[in-house]
């Protein structure tokens, strides 16, 4: 019968064995750089978590930005509309300016129609400083673009084409046509000799 505690009396617990104290400095080894390489990971993290924050935050700022930006142009859009309102109010105006002149021209009324007919010059250059262009066109040739034919007339000592009156101008605010202006035009049995892209009739 084996007697174990004399079995086990013959083995050194306490001395420690080479191999294993070799075995025991390597895993200390790596744990030391598993350690080392944790604790840089953990910085990179820290800076990554700082750019993110930073990233949020531009993120944001242009976020408002954006939100700002919708806004103005909203505001922009109602200034617009309210500035072509005030134009055609303008228009409607001038429409009544207009009628004098025409009447002026048509009666002859010496230096009044000649003043009115002056007032008539100086409101159109003034509405091109506005951005406004008054559309009339006597004694040139019919554009449908622009024109709007109202009558019909035969001349014969005009071209066909050419618009003989303008009855009521047309006006564009700025490139946006407001209305055409409203002519009688020159139609001879001779045919159309102008463009008959823009001729209209």
Same mark, same amino acid.
């Given at each position: 019968?084996?007697?174990?505690?004399?079995?086990?009396?013959?083995?050194?617990?306490?001395?420690?064995?080479?191999?294993?104290?070799?075995?025991?400095?390597?895993?200390?080894?790596? +744990?030391? @750089?598993?350690?080392?390489?944790?604790?840089?990971?953990?910085?990179? &993290?820290?800076? #990554?978590?700082? %750019? =993110? !924050?930073?990233?949020?935050?531009?993120?944001?700022?242009?976020?408002?930005?954006?939100?700002?930006?919708?806004?103005?142009?909203?505001? +922009?859009? @109602?200034?617009?509309?309210?500035?072509?309102?005030?134009?055609?109010? &303008?228009?409607? #105006?001038?429409? %009544? =300016? !207009?009628?004098?002149?025409?009447?002026?021209?048509?009666?002859?009324?010496?230096?009044?129609?000649?003043?009115?007919?002056?007032?008539?010059?100086?409101?159109?250059?003034?509405?091109?400083?506005?951005?406004?262009?008054?559309?009339?066109?006597?004694?040139?040739?019919?554009?449908?673009?622009?024109?709007?034919?109202?009558?019909?007339?035969?001349?014969?000592?005009?071209?066909?084409?050419?618009?003989?009156?303008?009855?009521?101008?047309?006006?564009?605010?700025?490139?946006?046509?407001?209305?055409?202006?409203?002519?009688?035009?020159?139609?001879?049995?001779?045919?159309?000799?102008?463009?008959?892209?823009?001729?209209?009739?």
């Amino acid at each position: 019968m084996i007697d174990f505690r004399k079995e086990l009396s013959k083995f050194d617990f306490v001395t420690v064995d080479a191999e294993f104290a070799r075995c025991y400095n390597e895993a200390a080894q790596v +744990i030391e @750089v598993f350690n080392s390489t944790l604790k840089r990971i953990g910085k990179e &993290l820290n800076n #990554t978590n700082l %750019q =993110l !924050e930073e990233v949020l935050s531009q993120y944001l700022e242009e976020k408002e930005k954006d939100k700002y930006i919708a806004e103005m142009k909203k505001t +922009i859009t @109602v200034y617009e509309e309210e500035k072509l309102s005030l134009v055609q109010g &303008l228009v409607a #105006t001038l429409d %009544q =300016l !207009e009628d004098l002149y025409r009447y002026s021209l048509k009666n002859k009324l010496g230096s009044w129609a000649e003043q009115m007919q002056l007032l008539w010059k100086n409101t159109s250059a003034n509405l091109l400083l506005l951005g406004i262009t008054r559309i009339d066109g006597e004694n040139t040739l019919f554009d449908s673009r622009i024109h709007s034919i109202v009558q019909v007339k035969e001349d014969k000592n005009y071209l066909n084409g050419v618009i003989l009156e303008v009855l009521r101008s047309g006006y564009m605010y700025q490139s946006r046509l407001l209305r055409k202006a409203q002519v009688i035009v020159n139609k001879t049995n001779g045919g159309y000799e102008g463009n008959e892209q823009n001729s209209g009739y």
